[in-house]
């Protein structure tokens, strides 16, 4: 089983999720999700999702380097104020790992898998907010 996840970037809340059943890559899934996504936003995104440009999709993806080609100075200023901004989002991943749902197998039915992720970020929403009020 495969989980995406669309987390804000300074909240930390979850904005969507999506599961898809077999080995599908990220980019694949992120296709098929965003058929279903209403919102337009600036996304923030790893270097597995280097075609969402020509998709006409408005994102921040780190730059990459190869062996005769390395980043200049100004490519690695951006890829460190991406991984500055893109941290907060795997502090969110590693607190939902506290769950086990995305740490290990899923060994339950495939059919609650989607169920149960959105429970889970609904009530990590939910904590977020109690904090953030008091």
């Known amino acids: ?9 300074k909240t930390g809340q979850f904005i969507s999720t999506a599961i898809a059943q077999g080995s599908v890559h990220d980019f694949q899934l992120f296709k098929k999700q965003r058929k279903k996504q209403k919102f337009k936003a600036l996304l923030l995104v790893d270097k597995g999702y280097q075609g969402l440009n020509r998709l006409g999709v408005n994102c921040l993806i780190p730059f990459k380097s190869s062996k005769n080609k390395p980043l200049t ?8 104020e991406i991984g500055k901004r893109h941290i907060q989002i795997e502090h969110v ?42």
């Open 1 to 9: 089983m495969k989980a995406q996840l669309t987390i804000h970037y």
């Open 73 to 80: 100075l100004l490519h690695k200023q951006i890829n460190r």
């Open 93 to 134: 991943n590693g607190k939902l790992k506290t769950f086990r749902i995305l740490a290990e197998r899923y060994r339950n039915r495939r059919k609650r898998m989607g169920l149960r992720l959105n429970l889970i970020a609904a009530i990590y929403n939910m904590e977020w907010l109690c904090c953030i009020n008091m």
